[in-house]
């Protein structure tokens, strides 16, 4: 059996970011990766963040296949046809970028020749089916190749959010309806100019659009619009218990999303390239896995490392899996692989932002689970509210607000909306 | 767009070995109500066979996202990854 310091089970962001650390601090690693190169299993809406991107390799952006720097957000909800939008734009980071918007076949490849540049092997076309054990202590990984069995001081878990290892190992539940989102999304091609014509950018600039409300049927979820150099992603993701429960597929939900005026205009005449599915870990900060134990370490969507609030994921996994291969390396080298040791990683992930935003947010799932009007009723609210203030018909401005309000609390009881801000104060500040 | 027409986008490298499994095909006829799987698969993998009484497992259009592994809270689908180098290979991402 062939003895490495560390394998890495999986070609992500989580499981690159984690072999490149331990690569760096002089491990003998490598990275298992089940398709044909680091990137043709792998997707994501498309928005990946500068800054944690360069801590696992520094300004990467300058010749890294990125799309757009992005440098306008919009948050809007949808209601019907109505649509009611607030943004943020900034051109300066076009220059000194905050995100880009990445395809992650190109992305992934990329940061695993980046990898591959710091000394770690990539084994692709090879499934790792359980892991081996010395005692109590995790020894290497069984693949799925004759004679397949290799072996390692520790191993990384980055096996993406299908837990399969992380569920044998003990370390994770196996997903529920209740703690993932199902999303789907669509690569649509239009020229370069015709995107930056339609979402007002200068040359080479990005800009993404989040819409809540009719876009996911009013389901908890988003629909997303991101722009690339010559193609749109665009998709829907929601929680997988209301999907199941009000009987969308995911697909019909795509269309009556990209039915909606505001977003078929934004894609007309543009050509469908690719469909692609993918869950997102939704369990939040009360269900994290176990992230540690004698020899094996839990990183990126496997951990449930997201932020979907705030549209983070794969800076969470960069930066876990960066802190995993610190902490496999320095434990190696101490020649101390136990539990205790390893239990540095936790506290690195708690130190940093990456389990204070979990924190943060832990009563968010239930609240939302709890409360699934949420995304019914106030995107009606807010349209009906901004379509009757702007309707000029002889009014008195002073009938219209208190007209505004009947409508409101029509809608929603006045204890209602109390219960609710108060909620959704408590779940988000 | 008809989802047939957006599956035949995809690129596969598929294998001659069926990936998905139903543990038990009588459990969802006898027990299954909803047949959530043949909803919520993305790539509507899963249908159910009037005839046969049973769900058809069309494997080799499966976008491996594992929403049926979850959504199948009677643990009836026995869905593991393709073998190495098999199954989807996006082209994007």
Redesign the interface.
């Known amino acids: 059996m062939e003895n490495f310091d560390v394998i890495v089970v999986g070609g992500g962001p989580a499981g690159l970011s984690a072999a490149i650390s331990a690569a760096k601090a002089g491990m003998k690693t490598i990275v298992i990766e089940?398709?044909?190169y680091p990137?043709?299993?792998?997707?994501?809406g498309g928005i990946l963040y500068t800054k944690p991107t360069n801590m696992v390799v520094p300004d990467f952006w300058k010749e890294a296949p990125i799309e757009r720097p992005i440098i306008e957000q919009r948050i809007a909800m949808l209601s019907g046809d109505q649509c009611v939008m607030a943004s943020h734009r900034d051109p300066a980071w076009t220059t000194e970028p905050n995100a880009h918007s990445v395809?992650?076949?190109?992305?992934?490849r990329w940061l695993s020749q980046q990898a591959e540049k710091a000394g770690v092997m990539i084994i692709?076309?090879?499934?790792v089916e359980d892991l081996l054990y010395r005692g109590d202590q995790v020894a290497g990984v069984r693949?799925?190749?004759g004679e397949g069995d290799l072996g390692a001081k520790i191993v990384i878990i980055a096996e993406g959010?299908?837990n399969?290892l992380a569920v044998k190992a003990g370390l994770a539940k196996?997903?529920?309806?209740h703690n993932?989102a199902?999303a789907?999304k669509?690569?649509i091609t239009l020229p370069k100019e015709k995107i930056e014509d339609r979402f007002c950018l200068e040359e080479g600039q990005g800009a993404t659009i989040e819409l809540y409300g009719d876009s996911t049927a009013g389901i908890m979820g988003t629909g997303f619009i991101y722009t690339n150099k010559e193609?749109i992603s665009i998709g829907v993701g929601t929680l997988?218990q209301p999907?199941?429960q009000q009987?969308?597929?995911?697909?019909d939900l795509l269309?009556h999303f990209k039915a909606k005026p505001y977003v078929k205009r934004l894609l007309q005449g543009g050509e469908?390239?690719?469909?692609?599915?993918?869950?997102i870990p939704e369990g939040g900060y009360t269900n994290l896995p176990k992230l540690y134990r004698q020899g094996v370490m839990v990183v990126g969507d496997t951990a449930m490392l997201m932020n979907s609030l705030n549209r983070e994921g794969s800076n969470l996994a960069m930066i876990s899996g960066m802190s995993a291969g610190e902490v496999a390396a320095q434990a190696i080298s101490a020649g101390d692989t136990s539990e205790q040791m390893l239990a540095a990683y936790e506290r690195k992930l708690r130190d940093s932002f990456v389990l204070k935003d979990l924190h943060h947010y832990r009563h968010m799932s239930k609240f939302f689970e709890n409360n699934p009007h949420m995304l019914k009723i106030y995107p009606e609210i807010i349209n009906h509210a901004a379509g009757m203030y702007l309707t000029v018909d002889g009014v008195p401005k002073k009938q219209r607000q208190k007209e505004i309000l009947r409508m409101a609390f029509k809608r929603r009881s006045i204890p209602g909306i109390m219960k609710d801000i108060y909620g959704a104060w408590r779940a988000l500040l | 767009?008809k989802?047939d027409d957006?599956?035949y986008?995809?690129r596969f490298?598929t294998d001659k070995l069926s990936h998905i499994k139903i543990k038990d095909p009588s459990f969802c006829f006898n027990n299954c109500q909803?047949r959530?799987c043949t909803?919520?698969c993305?790539?509507?993998v899963y249908d159910w066979d009037e005839e046969e009484k049973r769900i058809a497992v069309g494997y080799e259009g499966c976008?491996?996202?594992?929403?049926c592994?979850?959504?199948c809270?009677d643990k009836n689908i026995d869905w593991?990854?393709p073998?190495?180098?098999f199954?989807?290979?996006?082209?994007?991402?």
């Open positions: 089940r398709g044909n990137g043709t299993k792998n997707v994501m395809l992650r076949v190109k992305f992934d692709p076309e090879t499934i693949t799925g190749r959010v299908n399969f196996p997903l529920h309806p993932v199902v789907v669509e690569i193609s997988l999907l199941i009987k969308w597929t995911p697909n269309e469908t390239k690719e469909y692609l599915a993918h869950l | 767009m989802l957006k599956l986008l995809v490298n909803d959530v909803r919520v993305p790539a509507h976008l491996e996202c594992g929403t592994l979850a959504a809270t593991h990854y073998r190495g180098g199954g989807v290979s996006w082209k994007n991402g």
